[in-house]
Nanobody, 117 residues
């Protein structure tokens, strides 16, 4: 079955960096676009970044442009989110996502990112 497992979250000071990973299995990873989303307490889940199946095109939320980078390694079935110059408002649970068949969304369990001094 489809599985997505995020890792790499933690506590970091403002201005610091983290690299999130999402290891996937159960579907043809190299054939699908992938995305990262986040959900802060009391807020709706929001799209942070997305990447096409071959990695040739990426998109970012305005709030993270220039600070976050999404990438993927199709040999390792893994998608990454490099987060630099982190801010307290980046604190959230981060999830990776794949939409299969254009209608079915699969999510990982999430990884907590806390930016605080």
């Amino acid at each position: 079955q489809v599985q997505l497992v995020e890792s790499g979250g933690g506590l970091v000071q403002p201005g610091g960096s983290l690299r999130l990973s999402c290891a996937v299995s159960g579907f043809g990873f190299s054939s699908y676009a992938m995305s990262w989303h986040r959900q802060a307490p009391g807020k709706e889940r929001e799209l942070v970044a997305s990447i096409t199946y071959a990695g040739g095109s990426t998109n970012y939320a305005d709030s993270v442009k220039g600070r976050f980078t999404i990438s993927r390694d199709n040999r390792k079935n893994t998608v990454y989110l490099q987060m630099n110059r982190l801010k307290p408002e980046d604190t959230a649970v981060y999830y990776c996502n794949v939409r299969i068949g254009g209608v079915v969304d699969y999510w990982g369990q999430g990884t907590q990112v806390t930016v605080s001094s």
